[in-house]
């Protein structure tokens, strides 16, 4: 045993405190460190995968030779503790906290309402801190006092890499915007420093910020530490290798240890422990005996030479691209780096721990890719010997084992040859779901080569090729040597591209099982066309566009008109300046009511103070549960057993059905449709189905312990489970829709048909799933308490519901449950009925054990058990006129709801709602709500409001299609009259004066220049031949319904005001509403209001046995019921307290807030209110109007999308916060164009969901979002039945984001009448289905996966015909 690399305990400083750990399990990470053993809860767990950036903490390391501090970013959720021995970490809290003051990033980001549910908020601050402080050491200029050296165009990069599912990212980017010393302070949007019309925005008006970013990073007892440390490594020699962490600190220390007994299975080698965080390559099992080779010195030297680069393989890919940026030559690897993992990875993760995994597994990595094609050589040691061998030799051998040790990776210069004049050629390209990182690629890919001029023939010709080609479900990176040789000495020209291309679809074939793999073949050969094309003879670049008109159009230079990605760089980085507008229209009648306030306690938020499900200590005791569950659907589970592992040495216990008390339920969930077992018992129903709970010491023991289940499943007697909708119509297996539910028909549509001049019979379109992906994952602590009586806390929409799905589980009457919830990370529906299973089964699991148990579901497994949006498949038949009137519309929906009713029968009307947002003349349908062997599917925000408006608009485009007309001229022509809108609507139409929706579409096609844009698109889609441009605009009807609510509003005796309500705080601003109506319906008492009386409202956490019938949060419009009854309660107080107030002012004219209460309470007033607001029948249903233009352009050689401009104009009535309500609106359109672009909700042929990771499932990222998005609230005025004559704003702008889908349409539209007949389909080119999500995959495919090819051999008759 290699005792003198044994490390025993591990020495850092964490928000300036010194901390000293000894006897930790050397896998712990960082980010439970953090979190279950000092005090500061801010850092987040989002994903455990290095995908989100909840966790990210800044990590500074110290040089006592230089005296220089080095900071960065890291996920904290993979970095292991060990591994941060003598650095300084610094979390939120230690930016600024309630107790010290907030720091300006955490103001910025409150005070431009760039924090929602608040969950993401943390691990953002954190970015933009770390981005501050690295822009301010840079050597620019020194930037105007208050602002940093960062620039603008650096902002939206600050958080790359961090999720956020609320905000739709712009008011972070404009709080990171206002810290750049070339911002205009007056592009940025909404905040709360100075008012909309402020004409010349000061700095000052801003939260100081001081170059440097004004935190001390490294604490100077560290750095003493350090200093008087004699050995760095924290190494004790003598030291017994109790926690297994060993540093070696040479190459022969390594392979002591390798030799000696330490190594097995159990032994993990690593630099950045980033590997850990990849599906397929995670750690399946604990590991006992960590390796770090990063302090391996020969490992981490990069060396400069006349020859090229040599860079230690412990480098990490941020200090490589440093480096590489700084050589003109290599800057495109650079480049290509920079869009490999996110910073907070890329600043741990080594390139040579990339490379092996890209030599062991598998492993789609880019750095093999792009080193192939730059001809990089490895160096190796094997046991005693050193190698040198190719990248490409490397990357061939059979999967490494730890004897052999990577040291360096050469890359050589590749100089032009002046004297054979030549000329270097080199590119890397990559598709990938995101443009700038945080997504694998399809492909990838390097060329290099030299090109020279023939003269004889007057073309080029090609020589030292390198062309690499990765990640396209190949083992690993190849050279397509074939190819090389077929183009090396070859004129190129059209038929000898062609001719390239023709080989490599031949050489790369995706592996079985590779997902989209002709898509990655496709874009692949984009990529060599892209490359080639340039410079062909005979390969015509097209000509200028010719348009003018729209500013925004411009892209018209030659660039624009290469292939791509030059021309990408163009659209990011000069033509849609990332802007955006955010109008709102203040409404002064009710103050504070109406006024953009910032979020109640959101500093809080930004600080990490701000307490979550997670965050609540855990108790002593407290024992820790991960689901099991069914891979299987229908399957009776006939035994659960575990490999023997070092996880399943963790497992304390297994609690499944069995253990449900007697009198109790075996019951998960419940709503007026019908319940859902806790557990399949005996029968797996479905795949993803809880089987039982892994209960461990740790929240990662019962992770890991849980992976390690066996389940054996007996199939005899069940018969084949019915997984799609289509076998659900064979086997009649529904749900019931009660008849009150089930939507009305209007008209007679045999009638409609007849009277119609046009008929499209039965057209399909089908829309997926989506996954909420709230940041916070489920989550429950369960709690017994005496008299078997329990307490939950959960992370829940509904805790009324859980607090009786708990009981009737346990048999223990309601009142013996208490369900506590503060805050909820996000919930999108998610967490309304799929809630109740977490908390249940927490509760089931105490109840067992007799002590406390938290559950917090791992991503992976929220992902794959908690369902999500109702898939749909819609059929339409629909008659017109040929004036484009739409006389009648049949629907035929399948709505596929999964295993249980949950909400589902309430789909239907929802669907049919969103539909009727046109008069379709007569309309009728046909809906079946299918029950099937998948996962429950539930609300998501607009549930179903979001698939019937795209239905509706499919409909629409569809006739504008045969009718060669533009979709907007059909929309306009089938809008409701106010008539036809009552009977479509006949409960919820309200008064003619309500109508808005008219106006607001016009409002908006003026606004954003719609006309002029249409236009300039025409043309640049006749100039652009691989890239077409699409613009649509799409109103939205939404039907919200009002509930009724409980409200309680009490004084104390310091006149200080608690408010409870039914509704959960979820993100929305709930409790932000309420504040301001406490204060407004309690400064009623004064004529003019009462100053200071928002500041002592607080609010608090619903108690479901403190205030009962809660009720649900859902449906947009909680906020407005919850402030009724608060509205409600303060109104009972203001009767109680008007006769003692009138009495005072008798004696004098200024009475106070204070002396009032001081009084009431002298005089025994009641001071505190409940009310239970009930909203009359007439007026709790009622209409939500608004309407969105998207314009989009997409790559046609790799189907990229990029969403150039969004503009929503939004009707939200008196709106109680516009500043909020902004908020929810932009937060729910970019959340529908993940629904309707980009998030594959895929599963397997058991109906298990695989996409179930941050790497497969894509949430709208900052990158993607439109380039410039306008918003703008309209405040329409007076609407009696609502509540100070607001309207709900949280979900109707989800269904606005369809705009993006039917842009898309017409950008694909414009690609197939360009490349007519080439998609192979032989159908009408313009004709053809698009389904739900169309991410870039799809959008290639609809384009033609052989266009290029198509296009070249047509160049290439040419060719011969012109030789001939
Ligand atoms: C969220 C995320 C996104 C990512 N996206 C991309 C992407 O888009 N493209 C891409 O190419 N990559 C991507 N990666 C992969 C990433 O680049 C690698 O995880 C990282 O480079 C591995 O380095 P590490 O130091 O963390 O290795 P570790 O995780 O520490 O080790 C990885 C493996 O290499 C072995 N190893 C490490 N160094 C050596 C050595 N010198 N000699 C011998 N064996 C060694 C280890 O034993 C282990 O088996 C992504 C990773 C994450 C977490
Ligand atoms: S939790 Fe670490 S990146 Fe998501
Ligand atoms: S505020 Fe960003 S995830 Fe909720």
Redesign the pocket.
């Known amino acids: 045993m290699a005792k003198a690399a044994v490390v025993e305990r591990v020495v850092f400083a964490l928000n300036g405190r010194r901390y000293e750990v000894a006897g930790a399990d050397p896998s712990t990470r960082l980010l439970e460190f953090i979190r279950t053993q000092t005090p500061f809860k801010g850092t987040k767990l989002g994903c455990g995968?290095?995908?989100c950036g909840a966790c990210v903490v800044l990590i500074a390391k110290y040089n006592p030779k230089t005296d220089e501090v080095t900071e960065f970013t890291a996920s904290s959720c993979?970095t292991l503790l060990y591994s941060i021995h003598f650095c300084s970490v610094i979390t939120t809290e230690g930016l600024g906290n309630t107790r010290d003051g907030f720091h300006a990033v955490q103001k910025r980001m409150s005070g431009f309402h760039a924090s929602q549910c608040g969950f993401c908020t943390p691990g953002m601050c954190m970015s933009i801190f770390t981005s501050l402080i690295n822009a301010d050491k840079s050597k620019g200029p020194e930037p105007p006092k208050g602002f940093s050296k960062l620039k603008v165009s650096e902002a939206e990069k600050a958080f790359s890499g961090n999720l956020c599912r609320c905000t739709g990212y712009r008011p972070i980017i404009d709080a990171c915007k206002s810290f750049a010393s070339d911002v205009d302070l007056e592009d940025l949007g909404l905040n709360i420093f100075w008012k909309k019309d402020d004409k010349n925005p000061d700095v000052s008006e801003l939260p100081s910020y001081t170059l440097g970013g004004g935190v001390c990073t490294f604490p100077d007892f560290l750095k003493s530490e350090i200093k008087s440390s004699h050995d760095h490594l924290n190494v004790d020699s003598t030291a017994a290798c109790k926690e297994g962490w060993y540093h070696p600190r040479s190459i022969k220390e390594y392979y002591e240890l390798i030799n000696s007994c330490v190594l097995s299975d159990s032994v993990?080698?690593?630099?950045?422990?980033?590997?850990?965080?990849?599906p397929g390559y995670k750690d399946e099992d604990l590991y006992s005996k960590y390796i770090d080779?990063g302090g391996i010195p020969e490992?981490s030297n990069i060396v400069k030479r006349e020859s090229g680069f040599e860079i230690g393989?412990?480098t990490t890919?941020s200090r490589t691209i440093e480096t590489l940026k700084q050589d003109m030559v290599f800057s495109k690897l650079a480049d290509h780096m920079s869009?490999?993992?996110?910073p907070f990875?890329r600043n741990?993760?080594?390139?040579?721990?990339?490379i092996?995994?890209a030599q062991?597994y598998p492993?789609?990595?880019?750095?093999?890719t792009i080193l192939l094609g730059a001809g990089a050589t490895v160096c190796l040691q094997v046991v005693e010997e050193r190698r040198q061998i190719t990248l490409e030799e490397f990357l061939e051998q059979p999967p490494?084992d730890?004897t052999?040790?990577?040291?360096s990776i050469f890359i050589p210069h590749w100089n032009s040859d002046s004297q054979t004049e030549t000329t270097l050629l080199f590119e890397t390209y990559r598709a990938?779901p995101r443009p700038l990182?945080?997504?694998?690629?399809y492909v990838n890919c390097a060329f290099l080569g030299h090109a020279s001029v023939d003269q004889q023939s007057d073309t080029l010709v090609l020589s030292n090729l390198h062309l690499a080609f990765g990640a396209y479900g190949t083992e690993h990176a190849i050279r397509v040597k074939k190819v090389e040789k077929f183009l090396t000495g070859k004129s190129l020209t059209a038929s000898s591209v062609l001719g390239a291309i023709q080989l490599l679809r031949e050489t790369i074939v995706p592996m079985e099982g590779t997902s989209h793999s002709e898509y990655r073949v496709s874009a692949a050969i984009g990529f060599l066309f892209s490359f080639l094309s340039p410079l062909a003879k005979g390969i015509p670049q097209p000509g200028k566009a010719l348009t003018s008109g729209s500013a925004d159009s411009t892209d018209t230079d030659y660039a624009s008109n290469m292939p791509w990605p030059s021309r990408r760089e163009t659209i990011s980085n000069s033509d849609y300046k990332p802007v955006a507008r955010r109008e709102t229209i203040p409404n002064d009648d009710y103050k504070p009511v109406g006024e953009p306030l910032k979020k109640y306690a959101v500093e809080l938020q930004t600080s990490g103070e701000a307490v979550y499900v997670d965050d609540i200590p855990a108790p002593k005791n407290c024992l820790f549960g991960e689901f099991i569950y069914s891979t299987q659907a229908l399957a009776y589970v006939k035994s659960i057993k575990f490999k023997s592992s070092l996880a399943s040495e963790k497992i304390i216990d297994v609690v499944s059905a069995k253990d449900i008390p007697s009198g109790g339920e075996n019951i998960g969930s419940t709503f007026t449709y019908g319940d859902e077992p806790l557990f399949g018992d005996p029968i797996a129903e479905y795949a993803g189905q809880a089987l039982g709970v892994v209960i461990a010491e740790t929240q990662r023991y019962a992770d890991m312990a849980a992976k390690q289940v066996i389940i054996e499943y007996d199939t005899e007697d069940l018969g084949p489970p019915i997984l799609t909708v289509e076998e659900a119509v064979e086997k009649s297996s529904y749900f019931e829709v009660p008849p009150d539910l089930y939507p009305k028909e209007v008209g007679d549509v045999s009638k409609g048909m007849s009277e119609a001049d046009h008929r499209i019979p039965s057209t399909e379109v089908k829309l997926a799933s989506e996954y909420y992906f709230y940041m916070e994952t489920q989550t429950a602590l369960a709690i017994p308490d005496e008299d078997n009586t329990m307490v939950v806390y959960s992370s829940s929409q509904y805790p009324e519901l859980a607090q009786s799905v708990i009981a009737r589980c346990l048999g223990i009457p309601f009142s013996n449950v208490r369900v506590i919830t503060r805050r909820v990370g996000g919930g999108f529906g998610g967490k309304a009925f799929r809630s109740f299973q977490v908390a249940t089964a927490a509760a089931l699991c105490a109840y067992k054990l007799r002590r406390p148990v938290r559950m917090f579901l791992n991503r992976n497994t929220d992902m794959v058990m908690i369902g999500g949006r109702h898939p749909v498949k819609a059929n339409y038949s629909v008659g017109f006129k040929s004036n484009g009137e739409i006389t009648a519309l049949h629907l035929e929906l399948l709505i596929n709801a999964g295993i249980s009713p949950d909400a589902s029968p309430l789909i239907p009307g929802t669907i049919i709602s969103s539909a009727k947002k046109y008069n379709w003349g007569a309309l009728s349908f046909d809906i079946k709500v299918c029950k099937t062997n998948n996962t429950s599917k539930s609300v998501m925000r607009a549930p179903g409001d979001t698939q019937g408006s795209l239905i509706a608009d499919a409909v629409i485009e569809h006739v504008a299609t045969v009718l060669s007309v533009d979709a907007n001229s059909i929309r306009e022509k089938n809008f409701h009259t106010y008539d036809s809108l009552q009977l479509y609507y006949p409960d919820s139409a309200g008064e003619a004066s309500t109508y808005t929706l008219h106006s607001i579409f016009d409002r908006l096609i003026s606004t954003s220049s719609y006309v002029d844009r249409a236009e300039s698109i025409k043309q640049f889609n006749i100039s652009n031949k691989w890239r077409k441009r699409g613009i649509s605009c799409v109103p939205g009807i939404f039907r919200a319904e009002q509930r009724a609510a409980p409200g309680r509003v009490s004084v104390l005796n310091d006149g200080s005001i608690v408010v409870e309500v039914g509704g959960i705080e979820l993100g929305q601003g709930l409790w932000t509403k309420i504040q301001q109506m406490t204060a407004f319906a309690l400064g009623k008492l004064w004529p003019d209001g009462i100053e200071g009386l928002l500041e002592r409202v607080r609010i608090l956490q619903a108690d479901t046995l403190n205030l009962i019938q809660g009720g649900l949060t859902a449906g947009s419009t909680t906020s407005e019921s919850s402030c009724a009854a608060t509205l409600q309660a303060c109104n009972m107080l203001i009767d109680r307290l008007k006769p003692v107030l009138d009495k005072l002012q008798q004696q004098s004219k200024n009475v106070s807030w204070d002396t009032l209460i001081a009084q009431a309470i002298k005089e025994n007033v009641n001071l505190s209110a409940s009310a239970y607001s009930v909203p009359g029948q007439d007026s709790s249903k009622y209409l939500n109007y608004g309407a969105g233009i998207s314009e989009v352009e997409i790559d046609l050689l790799t189907g990229a999308i990029t969403l150039l401009r969004g503009d929503l104009v939004y009707d939200c009535g008196k709106s109680l916060n516009p500043a909020v309500d902004l908020g929810q609106i932009e937060g729910s359109f970019i959340q529908g164009i993940g629904f309707f672009i980009y998030e594959e909700y895929i599963t397997n042929s058991d109906g298990l969901m695989i996409s179930n990771s941050?790497?497969d499932y894509k949430i709208p990222s900052v990158d993607i979002i439109p380039k410039k998005f306008n918003a703008e609230i309209l405040n329409t005025g007076y609407h009696k039945n609502r509540v100070l004559s607001s309207k709900a704003s949280g979900e109707p702008a989800v269904v606005l984001a369809s705009s993006v889908h039917c842009a898309l349409r017409e950008a694909i539209r414009a690609a197939r009448k360009e490349f007519a007949n080439s998609n192979g389909s032989g159908s009408s080119p313009l004709g053809f289905q698009m389904d739900v999500p169309a991410p870039m995959t799809l959008v290639k495919e609809l384009c033609g996966f052989d266009i290029v090819e198509k296009y070249l051999r047509s160049l290439s008759t040419y060719e011969r015909s012109a030789e001939e």
């Open positions: 995968e290095g995908g993979l993990k080698v690593i630099i950045g422990n980033t590997s850990s965080g990849i080779i490992l393989a412990s890919i869009k490999v993992a996110t990875v741990t993760a080594s390139i040579g721990g990339n092996i995994l062991k492993f789609p990595s880019d750095i093999a490494v730890p052999t040790l990577l040291l990938a990182g945080n997504a694998v690629s941050t790497w």
